[in-house]
């Protein structure tokens, strides 16, 4: 078994200030395993998502733990907690771990980037969880099948086409409005 290196994120979060809904130890059943989803760049780490994510409607990480390409684990919500990410199912009694990865670096397709050292960061983290809350947790791995779900990149092109073609529309119906 290797070392499981967990690291306090490298400065302070914005979750470390404000902290949202706590919970109890004993409402935890669960763990949410998802890609973060970054192209797999080592520099990606949990102050990396402090800065972004909020420019995406987060409140800060919304992942308790994140697993870096190097297999680090960083802890980045409080685990008491309640985070930000996840089906509303998912988030009141599970932890979060996001997993740096899961987009091609040069198309931006969803791809299976986790790395021998993130598998194995991510396994030894579970059991270590599990074994402190003193039960099973339920896991549920979206990392699973990650390619084969809908390429977020043609998704967003896709809809930007549609968004054009319809305002291209739209100034062509203003026009004729005009010229008539």
């Not at 520099?43 to 909020?54: K, Y």
């Not at 309640?82 to 740096?100: D, E, M, W």
Request: glycine share 6%.
């Amino acid at each position: 078994m290797s070392r499981l290196d967990i690291r306090r994120a490298p400065t302070r979060l914005r979750t470390d200030y404000f902290k949202t809904r706590t919970r109890d130890l004993s409402e935890i059943t669960g763990v949410l395993i998802k890609f973060a989803p970054t192209i797999p760049d080592p520099r990606i780490d949990a102050a990396f998502f402090d800065a972004v994510l909020p420019r995406k409607g987060y409140f800060g990480v919304p992942y308790h733990y994140v697993c870096k390409m190097d297999g680090t684990v960083q802890v980045a919500r409080d685990p008491l907690t309640v985070s930000t990410v996840g089906h509303r199912i998912h988030v009141p009694h599970n932890l979060t771990i996001g997993v740096v990865g899961g987009l091609d670096e040069e198309t931006g397709d969803r791809v299976d980037t986790m790395t021998d050292a993130q598998r194995g960061a991510v396994e030894e983290l579970l059991q270590r969880l599990a074994d402190y809350l003193g039960r099973p947790l339920e896991v549920t791995d979206l990392t699973v099948g990650w390619s084969r779900h809908t390429n977020t990149a043609q998704v967003s092109l896709d809809a930007e086409e549609a968004a054009d073609e319809a305002r291209e529309e739209a100034l062509a119906a203003a026009e004729a409005l005009f010229h008539n």
